[in-house]
């Protein structure tokens, strides 16, 4: 099926590798030659052995071991620190027209070579970039632009955060997103459009007071689905976030002075429709104990092992207990 095979270039992405074949051979797409799990198993980088072998009866060195291989885990968001969408220098790829494998990583946040920030979007026209052939020339893959993708300098602060800092920056940037987080999602790996963007946003939250002032507003705030309840209920998207943090950052000291702080709390009405846990969080976060949970959920005390992350709505031991509380 493809005629033509030029060599894969050593520090070249599979994805990219595979665009390139599509290009030399008169494709427009790896689509064109490749079904869509597959292409979609590369480019999200969960391919099998299975998958593998057959890829590598069409490219042979697709067989390679070099791929983007597991890392030890970094953050309790995701497993794999490589992203599903193309992030590239757009100087490094107009003078050599391939992407890195390296740049899929999360740890690397700029070009070696050029000191600017890896791309994932267009600066133009806003839009996230695709795995499409386009990229080899560095022009933004949303067709009714078409720009070159432009990079910009990357602040010192930024560029200087290690694999273990970025991953508490992206955590971070979640509760920014929604403050009422109560359960962390987990994902393969980090899928977030606007990837520097999210960074930086996760990185003044950890680092800036400010951020943190409206963030602990926005719980305290009587609009929060959580208002009625006692503060470690009402504040526990915060703690969810310390006690996941790999690093120590200003926000750590914020806390410790919170929790020295009695917080004004209303207790008009202290009833709660939901409010969803880990197994995990309720009995190490949130003091509730074993029992209490069996009570509520008796199927669980069957259970030989109950996993960390089963999540269970905590909202009935919550009811009763702030009752028989506010009943002493
Ligand atoms: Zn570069
Ligand atoms: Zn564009």
Redesign the pocket.
Known sequence: MLSVMPKRIADESLASYLLRLSLRNGFTSPLEWLDKPMWSAVTKNTISIKQRQLLSELVPCAMSTSDLSLAPKHSILFLDCHTDMPRI?????K?KGYLKEKWRNIGNLS??????VLCDSCQECGEQLIWSPLLLQGTCTNELCLCPIK?YPISSQINELFIDEICDCLLASLFIQNPYTTVLPIYHHPSVSDFNSTLEQGFNFLSGKEVYDQFIERLGDAISPFSQLPEKFQFFPLTLLIRHLNAAWPINNCYVSFLQTPQVSSSSNRHIESFIVTFDSAIKLLGITKKQIFHTFPELSAKKVIPQNQQIDIAAIINRTTISVADM
Not at 89 to 93: D, E, L
Request: charged share 10%; glycine share 16%.
């Open positions: 220098c757009p100087y490094c790829v003078g070009c070696e070579l050029h000191g600017c990079s």
